[in-house]
């Protein structure tokens, strides 16, 4: 049995960073690469939210907010970011924002002067 988490749905995603990379190249800034995945994301008629609002909750108060960049298929949480290196606070926002929003993938996507590099984040608190 194939145990990857949407497996399908995460290969397109990642399909369409390296879309935009060809095209673009590298050293653009983040919002040049989300504005372009947008475009790509809707030509290929892919369901998806950007810059999502998501409010931090501390006992049902709202003590603060964040933005994911994109919400994919009402399921997998996208962030880009642009540089040479993931840094673990990148992930650990990613893994609390997919704690959260109670999603079970996150997929965290990095354009460098290299390509496309990325990692595929799983909030084991919400997998079943």
Same mark, same amino acid.
């Given at each position: 049995m194939d145990k990857v988490l949407y497996k399908d749905e995460s290969y397109e995603i990642i399909g369409c960073c390296f879309e935009i990379f060809n095209q673009l190249g590298p050293g653009l800034r983040e919002i040049n690469y989300q504005?372009?995945? !947008? !475009?790509?994301? @809707?030509?290929? &008629?892919?369901d998806f939210k950007s810059q999502l609002y998501v409010p931090l909750k501390i006992s049902e108060k709202? /003590? &603060? +907010?964040?933005?994911? %960049?994109?919400? /994919? &298929? %009402? $399921?997998?949480?996208? !962030?880009? $970011?642009? &540089?040479d290196?993931?840094? @673990? @606070?990148?992930i650990e926002q990613l893994f609390s924002?997919? +704690?959260? /929003?109670?999603?079970?993938l996150g997929i965290i996507v990095n354009f460098t002067s290299h390509g496309v590099k990325f990692k595929r984040i799983l909030n084991i608190c919400n997998y079943s």
């Open positions: 504005k372009a995945l !947008e !475009e790509t994301f @809707r030509l290929k &008629g892919l709202v /003590v &603060g +907010k964040y933005f994911l %960049d994109f919400l /994919v &298929g %009402d $399921k997998i949480a996208l !962030e880009l $970011k642009s &540089g290196h993931f840094f @673990r @606070r990148d924002y997919l +704690k959260s /929003v109670n999603l079970k």
